[in-house]
């Protein structure tokens, strides 16, 4: 199995931008397909982006399309999650995921998950 730690979290203006990224270790994540998801207290885990293996192949919650962008390096066992034009609404922590389904956007299909890393937007 995979493990995996998110990293880039914090505080932000609404408007700026932050840059999420997802270190992979055990295992290539190139064996996954691999997600971003986020959960706001009191709420469940909602999707946001996930890219397939090769990273030519993206899908993205209406929520952030055109807002976030996830890319994917295999050489370094990374994934990342660009976020611009943030909002208070985008507050929550945010995890990575891996899943051997290709492309999944359903979060009971992804087997290995960080820890999360909290992003808060302020008004």
């Known amino acids: 199995q995979v493990q995996l730690v998110e990293s880039g979290g914090g505080l932000v203006q609404a408007g700026g931008s932050l840059r999420l990224s997802c270190a992979a270790s055990g295992r290539t994540i190139s064996d996954y397909s691999m997600g971003w998801f986020r959960q706001a207290p009191g709420k469940e885990r909602e999707f946001l982006a996930v890219?397939?293996?090769?990273?030519?192949?993206?899908f993205y919650a209406g929520s952030v399309k055109g807002r976030f962008t996830i890319s994917r390096d295999n050489a370094k066992n990374t994934v990342d999650l660009q976020m611009n034009g943030l909002k208070p609404v985008d507050t929550a922590v945010y995890y990575c995921?891996?899943?051997?389904?290709?492309?999944?956007?359903?979060?009971?299909?992804?087997?290995?998950w960080g820890q999360g890393t909290q992003v808060t937007v302020s008004s």
């Open positions: 890219i397939n293996r090769s990273g030519n192949l993206a």
């Open positions: 995921g891996a899943s051997t389904i290709v492309t999944t956007t359903k979060s009971s299909d992804f087997d290995s």
